[in-house]
Structures are given as C-alpha cells and as structure tokens.
C-alpha cells in the first residue's frame, strides 16, 4: 500500500457528530426537600465536562455528546444528587436517531453501528427504576416493523445483567447500584440502536425513598 | 325494523375492559418540599374514585380505567399536589394498547376506535410541560409504519389548542392551564391511537416552578 500522508485515512474522516445522529438526553431532577434548588445547580454543576453540550431550562436539562459521555453526564449529576441525602427522583429520557422535529436522513451503516458503553464506576448509591424502552421500528423496504422484539431483547439484557427485579404494567422494574440500574437502561437503548433507526428510552430513577426504606430489601 | 326487546341490543355487548385493551398511566408526583409525603399521599387520596384501579409502589402509581377517568385522576391527583404551594413536578405516562409485555390480540376495530374526552375543568395551576409521543407503528400487511406522521398530527392538535409554545431537542413544549396542557398530551395519545395499535406518551409537568417566576411569564 502506497503512503497516503497526502490524503486522510478513511478513519481520519469526520465522524458524524452527536448533533447529526440526533443522540443526547433530557434529565429531570427532582430533590425533595425545601432545599431543592442548590442540589439541583450543585448536582449539575458537579457533573459538567467538555465533553457535553448542557442546556438546562425550567423544566428539564438537555445534554448532548457521544454516547458515553452522556451516560457519565447522567451518572454524576444524579450520584451528587443523591449525595445529599434528601430523596431524589431522576427521570432520564435518552434518545437517538431523529434530532427533535426533523426526519433522519443520516445513512443506516453509520447510525446503526454498534456502540458500547465501557465499564461505569460504582455510584454507592441504591436505585429503583421504572423503566421503558421505545424501538420506533418502522420497518424497511422488505420487512414490517416489530417493535416488541427489541423491548424483548432489550430486558433479557437487563436480566443478564441482575438489574431486572420484576415486570409492572408498562414498564420494566429495576433496581441495584446506580451504576447498573444506568448501565443497563443505556445499554438497552444501544443494543436496539443497533436494528432500530430511532430509539427512545424513558426512566424514572428513585434514590433514597422512605417507602423503599419502609418495604426494606426488595 | 322488528321489535328486537328479546335480543340484546350491539351497544348492549360487554365492551372490552381497559385492562384487555392495555389501557392506562403512571404517575410520579414529585413536590420539591421537605414535607413530600403527606402531600403525595394526600393528592393521591383527594383524587381517588371508584372509576379507576389505583396502585401505588416506590417508584410510580398505576392507574387504570377509561381514558376520560384515568385523565380525571391524573388533572385532580396533580392539582391536588400543586395545591400545596411547593414546586411540583408529575411525570406522567400514558399507555394504551399493550398490556405489558404481552402481545396485543384484540380486534384493530375495537383497540382503534375513535376515543373523545370530555372538556375538563380549569385547574388554576399554571404548567409548563416536556411532552414526547411514541406511535409504536409497525405498520400492517400493505404498509410500512411511519411513527412521525403520527407525531407530527398530534403536535398539530395541540397547537389548534393553544398549548404548544416551543420544539425542543426530543420533546415539544406546552404551556398553559394544567387542564389544557394534560388535555393536549391525552388527546394527542388518543388521536394517535385511532390509527396505531400501541401508542405511549410522556410528559414531564412542571409547577411552581421558581426557575418560571424568575424568568417571566413565558
């Protein structure tokens, strides 16, 4: 093979950017306490890189970048959250493949490649998930859709992973270490990402309940 | 036409349960006040009603009946809540059409059929919502899905009532009476649902919420 120093290498292309793959996610924090709104800031604040692009409104907070920087994002803001001791609720809303209103026109060999999400550091803190999963499989030119396989495969996932405590009406209930609750949320969503060109997942994240507490162990 | 008294009459048929046709919500109410337990448990007992199967965990309550009561219990259960004057934020989940993880058998002329809601009564609680829509749209024997189209009616519908104040990455914003902006999302749903058999909404509500005051009436 010739030297190419001249030309970039395939690899040295631009990659597409979280922008154009439509790949980010909406966070909700919820500390309940009179104190809610420096646990908010603080947790937000403690999770910032350079990695992600962060636009916080009155309602939720939206972060975008590659995939694993996200689910980090997401990771510290509810871990400092929860760090303070009150009971927090997170609601996570990923999402991949068509950026807001706007059809995608992205090509399917690069939106549908694999993607893995390395190893996430033990967040210490108890979580239990209500969690949901939304393949919006269209189909293609030779095949009907079938959005519940992905869901299927999606919670084998889950189990395989020892997160998945029990199966409520239209959701999936998690519980375990932050970490693999996010873990395993994640990982879902990028798993079908894999066969499905637009993926949403939704979770409802709960740390340091007094019911939970009440109920002990489940 | 004959006298048909010893007949009973089509209406006169057992209409499908809600439970067979997979429909109703979950509910998390998160009031961002150290004294969030009285105020959850007492929104959720102010809005009880026999029309609705109520069940409450950690994470999220359950609720399930016809769409015009579970939407009842969900404006009264979430004005109750914002009643006590603490920041309030409800996630609400609508879903119809899937049972849980179980397959959907039921008829496509009884699960599609057109659905109305009453007009419900003005809360006096401003709301701002992140509202997303999932069409779970397979498609059908001659047919390939398309979940945006879907989306894109419902959006439509909830801009014919005032409501929609903003597109933003993933999720559209609604503004307005937390009557006409629960209206807004349950109606999308319905819509939708006319013509695709599983179809789930979330939208993240929010009121009283200090970060609004601060900004202004939006």
Avoid: N
Avoid at 22 to 40: Q, Y
Avoid at 102 to 119: E, F, K, M, Q
Avoid at 185 to 200: D, S
């Amino acid at each position: 093979m010739s030297i190419t120093e001249h030309h970039p290498a395939p690899t040295a292309h631009a990659a597409p950017t979280p922008a154009e793959l439509g790949i980010g996610a909406r966070l909700s924090l919820h500390p309940m306490t009179d104190g809610f709104v420096p646990v908010i800031l603080g947790a937000l604040r403690a999770a910032a890189r350079p990695e992600v692009e962060v636009v916080t409104d009155d309602v939720s907070t939206f972060v975008r970048g590659a995939e694993h920087h996200v689910v980090a994002y997401l990771l510290d803001a509810i871990s400092a959250a929860a760090a303070s001791g009150a009971h927090v609720v997170a609601h996570v809303h990923l999402s991949r493949g068509c950026p807001g209103e706007v059809a995608c026109t992205v090509d399917d060999a690069i939106l549908r490649r694999p993607v893995t999400l390395g190893p996430l550091p033990r967040s210490h803190h108890a979580a239990s998930a209500h969690w949901a999963l939304y393949p919006l499989d269209d189909g293609d030119a030779d095949r009907r859709g079938d959005h519940m396989a992905g869901i299927f495969a999606a919670i084998e996932h889950a189990r395989s992973l020892g997160v998945v405590t029990g199966s409520e009406h239209f959701v999936t209930r998690l519980d375990g270490d932050l970490a693999d609750v996010l873990g395993a949320v994640a990982q879902g969503w990028l798993l079908v990402g894999q066969r499905v060109r637009h993926v949403v997942s939704h979770a409802t994240i709960s740390l340091g309940s007094p019911s939970a507490s009440a109920a002990g162990a489940r």
